[in-house]
């Protein structure tokens, strides 16, 4: 399955869309764009495996999918120092470089789904922890992910199966 993300006039918001479903979805607080650089809050254009899903276990049961499924701890970052050799990669903290707390208070992260954006392997600055999880209750401008209601999120992962994408698209 694609899954297409299609922004809106302005880029913050767009549509996403799975078989006959659609939903709402917050992009980045700068649009979304075919470059990315780290830390410009774009969401970036392209085609993106869906690598794995993370959630919280004090927070909800984990997702249903046949996706591979983990649970984020305490001690769970994800590396966005482009000078690091674990760039855009998981790591364990405290880690020494720059790094985003997938262990989040504000239940942004109590859903992710990695994608597979700069991976394979990573390209110092060119993006890191490029997610789709929970979106803010308004819908707010992400820092380049994806984000959806968190009922919207659960409902497309029911449908998630390994080998499946999403596709970022620039408005028509």
């Known amino acids: 399955m694609i899954i297409t993300v299609t922004a809106e006039p302005g880029a913050r918001q767009g549509l996403l869309r799975w078989n006959s479903h659609e939903a ?15 830390g410009d809050g774009v969401t970036p254009v392209g085609l993106f495996p869906l690598r794995r899903a993370l959630y919280r276990p004090d927070r ?10 983990a649970p984020i701890g305490p001690e769970d970052g ?13 790591v364990a903290l405290p880690h020494p470089a720059g790094h985003e707390r ?4 504000d239940r942004l992260y109590d859903i992710v789904v990695v994608l597979g954006h700069n991976d394979d392997p990573p390209v110092p600055g060119r993006g890191s922890a490029i997610f789709l999880h929970v979106a803010r209750e308004d819908h707010g401008p992400t820092e380049g992910c994806v984000a959806m209601a968190p009922d919207d999120l659960r409902r497309l992962l029911a449908d998630c199966r390994p080998g499946d994408a999403m596709e970022i698209r620039l408005p028509a």
């Not at 909800?60 to 591979?68: K, M, V």
């Open 78 to 90: 994800w590396c966005d120092d482009p000078a690091d050799p674990a760039y855009n990669r998981p």
């Open 60 to 69: 909800g049961a984990p997702p249903e999918t046949a996706l591979p499924v």
């Open 24 to 38: 709402r979805c917050a992009l980045g607080r700068s649009g979304v764009a075919a470059v990315k650089r780290e």
């Open 102 to 105: 997938m262990w989040r208070d």
